[in-house]
């Protein structure tokens, strides 16, 4: 049962009906100009009934070869007796061998194509050892008719089995980009969700330590309470404010995954802004000299703000250190009363053709701290050359 569905389904086309409909119209097309040339020269063609009748079988095949091909096939071969039944040839019959040999040649296999070759090209290049060709009373000589259709043949299956070779390329080059991009995707998301992981560990320092901030004043102050009421009072305003900071904390916590097979974070503290200067210093001993600008009255950031600046300046510097080459690199932070601006550039060679700056995991986490504040990062070459990586966050 399977044999005989594979059978019919060979050579089908992804869209049958489409394709039906653009064969039948190719097979009326062949049908009307056989009965045109019919009309035109129905005096010399006299009882025209045969050649209609023949005309309509060729046109068959025609219209189902990218439906069911072989029995489109089988249907053609007996039309290779047709010289002999009927007085004249319609057009359709070598239009309907060439169009399915180059059907079975574009759409099969090579040996399905090679059967289906022999199959309709083995009769009709002996045909005319049975029934000879004349032309205006003179008998064509049978090799040159064998030679000839041996060649249409030849060069039609040629012509389909190139077509069919560029239709195996490009499907594989399609499926080969749709594997690329399936796994650039799943290498993105990878990135996305270990550098959120890595933002969830280090934020539940930040809210953690705040915590405990708030429950050793509120144990302060619930000592002095009676006895020192202004000592109460600033440590309660105190434990307010952190309060609400811990709070922005945890809502921008929403979504942020954490897996529990991931080691506890550090309990060191998080660097923030000052430790800008350190990490410059760092960065100056590996070989790439650092300057760093602040711009404006620095704020109190939220540990979380500093950090993300922190980290930003980090991976900028890190960076321009393996891919600048030979430069000098600038750190410049500016203080707004809404916004902090964050800028880290350099005066080396910039990214080279085909290299991951720009496109690495660190930039991606960028991308998601940034985001996480509500900010905005741009990174890019620099019109005169280098790196630069811009990021906004807004201060609340």
Do not use: C
């Not at 060729?58 to 002999?84: E, F, G, Q, T």
């Not at 043949?153 to 594997?179: I, N, P």
Request: glycine share 8%; no cysteine; proline share 6%.
């Amino acid at each position: 049962m399977r044999t005989v569905q594979d059978w019919f389904a060979a050579g089908r086309s992804r869209r049958p009906r489409r394709a039906f409909v653009w064969d039948l119209r190719l097979a009326l097309l062949a049908l009307a100009a056989d009965v045109l040339v019919l009309w035109i020269d129905r005096e010399e063609q006299g009882d025209p009934r045969a050649v209609v009748l023949l005309t309509v079988w060729l046109a068959v095949p025609i219209a189902l070869r990218r439906v069911l091909l072989w029995p489109a096939l089988l249907m053609l071969l007996p039309a290779v007796a047709a010289p002999a039944l009927v007085p004249t040839q319609p057009l359709t019959l070598p239009i309907a061998f060439i169009v399915l040999t180059y059907t079975a040649g574009s759409r099969l296999s090579l040996r399905g194509a090679i059967t289906a070759g022999l199959l309709l090209w083995v009769p009709v290049v002996f045909a005319p050892l049975a029934v000879p060709m004349m032309v205006d009373g003179y008998q064509l000589p049978v090799a040159y008719l064998a030679l000839n259709n041996t060649l249409i043949g030849l060069v039609v299956f040629l012509v389909g089995r190139a077509v069919h070779g560029r239709r195996v390329t490009a499907r594989a080059l399609e499926d080969r980009a749709v594997t690329a991009e399936a796994n650039q995707r799943a290498l993105a998301e990878q990135a996305v969700a270990d550098e959120r992981r890595r933002i969830a560990r280090e934020l539940h320092d930040v809210v953690a330590h705040n915590v405990s901030v708030m429950g050793v004043l509120a144990t302060g102050a619930r000592r002095v309470l009676r006895t020192d009421t202004d000592a109460a009072d600033g440590a309660l305003t105190t434990i307010e404010e952190t309060s609400r900071s811990a709070m922005r904390e945890l809502r921008r916590m929403l979504g942020v995954l954490r897996t529990e097979t991931e080691p506890a974070a550090e309990l060191a503290p998080q660097p923030g802004i000052a430790g800008l200067e350190a990490l410059a210093e760092q960065v100056r001993d590996a070989g790439l000299p650092v300057t760093l600008r602040v711009d404006g009255t620095p704020a109190e950031l939220e540990p979380g703000v500093a950090l993300t600046v922190y980290r930003i300046v980090q991976e900028a510097l890190t960076n321009a250190l393996k891919h600048a080459g030979p430069a000098t690199a600038q750190v410049r932070l500016s203080f707004g009363v809404y916004w902090l601006i964050v800028e880290v550039f350099d005066t080396g060679r910039g990214p080279l053709p085909g290299s991951e700056h720009g496109a690495g995991h660190g930039l991606v986490g960028m991308r998601e701290r940034v985001a996480l504040y509500g900010g905005t990062l741009r990174v890019g070459p620099r019109p005169g050359g280098g790196f630069r990586v811009y990021a906004k966050i807004p201060v609340d």
